[in-house]
């Protein structure tokens, strides 16, 4: 009969787009930027997200590794920098993972450092941009707002 639904329909919710916030920084200082993103991961492990940083540059994620260690006096981001090729699981349970490659299905924020949108963004639930004064970071930074802004996703901004 038109217009009845089958007895075994149901309605599931749709999938929450990802949140996505840029973090404007006045510097182009990396060591600033870096700074930033060590206090977003705290804070987002404070309240019990899970954080997956992204770049395509393995020596900026040392820099971050070292970073995480001593950024704050009485503070400590338990973290794993993962090597190249690697793709985290859920048996990785750090709260915070660095890598150039892949992240695990079990990450909640993905703090993105790449010139590029990286392929899984869309699995987080948010992703964050840290862009800096310093010319090519701020113009990929400018290409991934707007791939983000033509395809619909929900934007923030946050001049530090």
Same mark, same amino acid.
Request: proline share 4%.
């Given at each position: 009969m038109l217009g009845t639904l089958p007895t075994?329909? &149901?309605? %599931?919710?749709?999938?929450?787009?990802?949140?996505?916030?840029? %973090?404007?920084?006045?510097?182009?200082?990396?060591?600033? &930027?870096?700074?930033?993103?060590?206090?977003?991961?705290?804070?987002?492990?404070?309240?019990?997200?899970?954080?997956?940083?992204?770049?395509?540059?393995?020596?900026?994620?040392?820099?971050?590794?070292r970073a995480l260690w001593d950024f704050r006096a009485m503070s400590f981001v338990a973290h794993k920098l993962l090597p190249a090729g690697y793709?985290?699981?859920?048996?990785?349970?750090?709260?915070?993972?660095?890598?150039?490659?892949?992240?695990?299905?079990? &990450?909640t924020v993905l703090i993105n450092l790449a010139d590029e949108v990286p392929s899984f963004f869309s699995r987080f639930e948010r992703t964050l941009e840290v862009i800096d004064e310093e010319p090519d970071v701020k113009t990929a930074g400018r290409l991934r707002y707007r791939f983000y802004q033509q395809r619909g996703y929900p934007l923030k901004h946050h001049k530090m």
């Open positions: 075994t329909w &149901r309605c %599931y919710p749709l999938h929450k787009m990802t949140r996505i916030d840029f %973090y404007l920084l006045s510097s182009t200082d990396l060591t600033t &930027r870096l700074q930033l993103v060590c206090k977003l991961a705290e804070k987002a492990i404070g309240r019990a997200q899970t954080v997956f940083i992204h770049s395509n540059s393995e020596s900026d994620l040392a820099m971050l590794d793709v985290a699981s859920s048996l990785d349970n750090e709260p915070v993972q660095l890598s150039v490659g892949q992240p695990g299905n079990d &990450r």
